[in-house]
DNA sequence: AGGGTGACGATCA
DNA sequence: ATGATCGCCACCC
């Protein structure tokens, strides 16, 4: 498939999301991962984890794209990609059980992920 | 305008 | 645990 590339005369509804999508995944830290639900729903647009997977197709270069997951920890992107994905997070340190992702212990904390909040200031 | 697709996810058999 | 179904929503033809 290979196809796609977002044109610019994308609908601002949409442009927005993929933003702000692309925002979020780019919080998840090293070492550990996030389930495209749980992005979805942090970026503000729950129940839409299909357009995470979209976004993530569309700017994939420039952010960890590797630690979304889908929910459980388990990897969906399809065979070679999946492998890839899984052998980069082996790089991070991430650990697996079988096929998924041990999310107890690498599932990043949605207070984290989420869009700032403005909490008074550091000060 | 209508229908199919997809790196999803929750539910049910 | 595995497979089918449905809901979701932007994209493409």
Not at 28 to 31: N, T
Not at 72 to 78: F, M, R, S, V
């Given at each position: 498939m290979a196809k796609a590339k977002l044109k610019p005369e994308a609908s601002d509804q949409a442009k927005n999301m993929f933003d702000v999508i692309l925002a979020v995944v780019r919080r998840?830290?090293?070492?550990k991962v996030s389930t495209y639900g749980d992005i979805a729903y942090a970026a503000g647009?729950?129940?839409s984890a299909r357009q995470v997977a979209w976004a993530l197709n569309q700017?994939?270069?420039?952010?960890?794209?590797?630690?979304i997951v889908g929910a459980?920890?388990?990897?969906?992107?399809?065979a070679e990609r999946g492998f890839e994905q899984r052998m980069r997070l082996q790089q991070e340190g991430v650990a697996f059980i079988g096929l998924k992702v041990n999310m107890k212990v690498h599932q990043a904390a949605l207070s984290q992920i989420k869009a700032h909040k403005k909490k008074r200031a550091v000060r």
């Open positions: 998840v830290p090293h070492g647009f729950p129940g700017g994939r270069i420039g952010i960890p794209w590797q630690r459980g920890g388990k990897i969906l992107l399809p």
